[in-house]
């Protein structure tokens, strides 16, 4: 039996808030890019998406809305890309009604071979797409200056492309395990920690 496990999710409401100036470029002696702050709303699309979890290819589509079909849409693809001798896909994914609805679940019972397995509630990081989503965001969406939504698409769609020709897994260890957890526990530590009361006069 040969297998294969897919993280998948949406990255929503991405942007391209096209400037309403052109940014200025850098310039020696430390003047960094300037960049507008004014832009122009021109809608947005969602990156619906999958990473192959021992080869690290990624597999996504971006459309306007994010409903069952649009996922249903990337689980189609999925299964045109997988070659037969793939028995058993894993899907590892959140609770959401888009991953677990009646047109889902129907999609699922035609296709035997695609298990779903979801996270726990709150535990986005299990998911490792959210770790490629992060990537992304830093790689091509951290100043958001594309001309229209059709320009947006096409930069995450050759992004997509530029991460499969290199494409590697993550490797999650012991060590980083414990590191994830140890910043959770510091989070709840912080947010039960008891309230010091005021010594400021009345």
């Known amino acids: 039996m040969y297998e294969r496990v897919f993280s998948l999710d949406e990255k929503t409401s991405i942007q391209p808030r096209p400037r309403t100036a052109p940014n200025r470029p850098a310039l020696p002696g430390c003047i960094p890019v300037h960049v507008e702050h004014e832009y122009a709303r021109a809608g947005a699309l969602n990156l619906i998406a999958g990473f192959d979890t021992r080869s690290g290819e990624v597999i996504g589509i971006c459309r306007k809305r994010k409903r069952q079909v649009e996922f249903i849409e990337l689980l189609d693809e999925i299964d045109r890309r997988a070659p037969a001798e793939i028995t058993l896909i894993h899907l590892v994914c959140d609770n959401v009604i888009t991953h677990k609805g009646k047109l889902t679940r129907a ?61 590697h897994p993550f490797k999650w260890s012991r060590a980083s395990f414990a590191k994830i957890l140890a910043k959770v526990d510091a989070v709840i530590a912080a947010a039960t920690a008891p309230v010091e009361p005021s010594t400021a006069a009345a």
Not at 111 to 131: D, G, L
Not at 138 to 145: D, G, Q, S
Not at 154 to 159: C, L
């Open 107 to 167: 999609w699922l019972a035609r296709h035997p071979r695609f298990r779903m397995h979801f996270t726990p509630v709150h535990c986005s990081w299990m998911n490792q797409i959210e770790q490629w989503f992060s990537i992304l965001r830093r790689k091509r969406l951290a100043v958001a200056n594309f001309v229209a939504l059709a320009n947006l698409g096409d930069r995450i769609t050759a992004f997509i492309a530029q991460w499969n020709a290199a494409a």
